[in-house]
């Protein structure tokens, strides 16, 4: 079942929700998918709705039509839509444009890309932000604003250093260069790849998965993970145990070894 956000008369975000997993689709097939002004406002909007709502438990973000996203909306940049109510909700919300990007702004809940054509620029960087990545076999990326004379504000200058080398960080960064899936692999940016056109049903397999599990859990996981990054060792096991403990005293922690001992699917309710 499709919903949309509110006012949204030619979509450049569709939600597509299906029991608790919510797919977020860039939708702007003309310009392969490229981020412009209403799709950050939507994006920003869209991360903000599935983090308050409790009964979505994954989410997964893809694009229209083949490609994820050929990254910013050059033409935009260069002054078209400066006038519309995109624009002025942008200025309205200077920090906006961040947490669409996911960059000033973590999602409680896990994060699937599934990825096919260009994740180029934006795109890219965005992917960075992802929990679990997946690319179909002919998926090109790279980080190509240095090709532009820009700078890739979306985070990649902080974030693709501590989740691949530094020298292959530095060739992408610095040369712009588009490279395909296989390399993406190589390297450890994405998970795994699988057939052109099978992105999305492959992410929507491994979100059921994660949806059918403890929402708390998972999402304590996640929190864990990601605020123990960078600390030393002793102060990320504390940081584990102040985020883990206390969800041994919830109701779905009591569920599941009761479900197990009674030889049953557990029924999770996120208490």
């Not at 109510?85 to 999602?107: C, I, N, T, V």
């Not at 260069?177 to 492959?202: H, N, S, Y």
């Not at 990054?229 to 109701?251: D, F, M, N, Q």
Request: aromatic share 6%; charged share 25%; glycine share 10%.
């Amino acid at each position: 079942m499709f919903y949309l956000l509110p006012a949204m008369a030619e979509p450049h975000l569709l939600l597509e929700r299906d029991g608790h997993v919510v797919t977020v689709i860039m939708n702007r097939p003309d310009a392969r998918n490229a981020l412009g002004m209403e799709m950050l406002v939507r994006l920003a909007d869209a991360w903000t709705m599935i983090d308050a709502d409790p009964e979505i438990r994954v989410a997964i973000l893809t694009g229209a039509a083949g490609h994820f996203s050929a990254g910013a909306d050059l033409k935009e940049m260069g002054g078209a839509r400066k006038d519309d109510e995109w624009a002025a909700r942008m200025k309205a919300e200077p920090g906006l444009h961040w947490r669409s990007f996911l960059r000033d702004y973590q999602l409680k809940k896990p994060l699937i890309a599934a990825v096919e054509g260009y994740a180029l620029g934006g795109g890219t960087e965005i992917l960075q932000a992802t929990d679990i990545r997946i690319a179909g076999a002919t998926s090109t990326f790279g980080l190509t604003e240095v090709t532009r004379g820009l700078f890739p504000l979306g985070g990649s200058t902080v974030r693709l250093r501590r989740q691949i080398s530094y020298t292959q960080a530095m060739e992408i960064l610095l040369t712009g260069k588009r490279f395909p899936a296989d390399e993406a692999l190589r390297i450890g940016l994405i998970g795994r790849i699988v057939p052109a056109g099978q992105a999305l049903t492959e992410a929507r397999e491994v979100a059921a998965l994660i949806a059918q599990n403890g929402p708390l859990a998972v999402q304590a996981v996640k929190r864990s993970v990601m605020e123990g990054e960078g600390l030393v060792e002793r102060e990320a096991l504390k940081k584990e145990l102040e985020i883990g403990w206390p969800i041994l005293s919830t109701e779905d922690a009591k569920e599941g070894p009761r479900a197990f001992a009674e030889k049953r699917k557990p029924e999770f309710k996120g208490r």
